[in-house]
T-cell receptor, first 115, second 112 residues
Framework: DGGITQSPKYLFRKEGQNVTLSCEQN?????MYWYRQDPGQGLRLIYY???????QKGDIAEGYSVSREKKESFPLTVTSAQKNPTAFYLC??????????????FGPGTRLTVL | GQQLNQSPQSMFIQEGEDVSMNCTSS?????WLWYKQDPGEGPVLLIA?????ELTSNGRLTAQFGITRKDSFLNISASIPSDVGIYFC????????????FGTGTRLKVLA
């Protein structure tokens, strides 16, 4: 069954701790993305990666880090430098090779709460 | 970051009514996507559009890629209670990047 998985669904963190959110896809998509969603706001791009071992900052990258060592995996680390990390985090992927097919698919999300 | 202008922000409708919503921008896009999101869940892709003027249907949903490539419309016909949720658009800029721009969403509530 193809798709995008994110784990865990709910995550609690104490202030000052780093935490890593997992994102895995078996769609053979080249591009992967991390977004943050806050109540009443649209999705905001944190980081994106168009190819393995390469990634670019999005609009709100401060306090976050990523890696792309494998095509199917794009973990996001929320560091203690992120001032307001409580949010719903969404991972997405897109087939990059054919620009005629640019559907972006999302995972189920991880809700992070800082205590 | 850039966001698309999406309207209306919210709407209450009676079951059986048709619904229309749209997204506009000053930028040109080469792809428009429409999603539905339920509370606490990831967005689900409803319709993808790739050509100016393209009209695509998915069941009771119909979406159009604006002829100017700066806007898109989504219509839901004969709404039912399970249509409730947040609908939002996304556009892929024609500038060559792979960054998607998102609308702020339309919250739909259907009254039985």
């Amino acid at each position: 069954d193809g798709g995008i998985t994110q784990s865990p669904k709910y995550l609690f963190r104490k202030e000052g701790q780093n935490v890593t959110l997992s994102c895995e896809q078996n769609l053979n998509h080249d591009a992967m993305y991390w977004y943050r969603q806050d109540p009443g706001q649209g999705l905001r791009l944190i980081y994106y990666s168009q190819i393995v071992n390469d990634f670019q900052k999005g609009d709100i990258a401060e306090g976050y880090s990523v890696s792309r060592e494998k095509k199917e995996s794009f973990p996001l680390t929320v560091t203690s430098a992120q001032k307001n990390p409580t949010a719903f985090y969404l991972c997405a992927s897109t087939p990059r090779g054919d620009r005629g097919r640019n559907e972006q698919f999302f995972g189920p999300g991880t809700r992070l709460t800082v205590l | 970051g850039q966001q698309l202008n999406q309207s209306p922000q919210s709407m209450f409708i009676q079951e059986g009514e048709d619904v229309s919503m749209n997204c506009t921008s000053s930028s040109i896009f080469n792809t428009w996507l429409w999603y539905k999101q339920d509370p606490g869940e990831g967005p689900v892709l409803l319709i993808a559009l790739y050509k100016a003027g393209e009209l695509t249907s998915n069941g009771r949903l119909t979406a159009q890629f604006g002829i100017t490539r700066k806007d898109s419309f989504l219509n839901i016909s004969a709404s039912i209670p399970s249509d409730v949720g947040i609908y939002f658009c996304a556009g892929l800029l024609a500038s060559g990047t792979y960054k998607y721009i998102f609308g702020t969403g339309t919250r739909l509530k259907v009254l039985a």
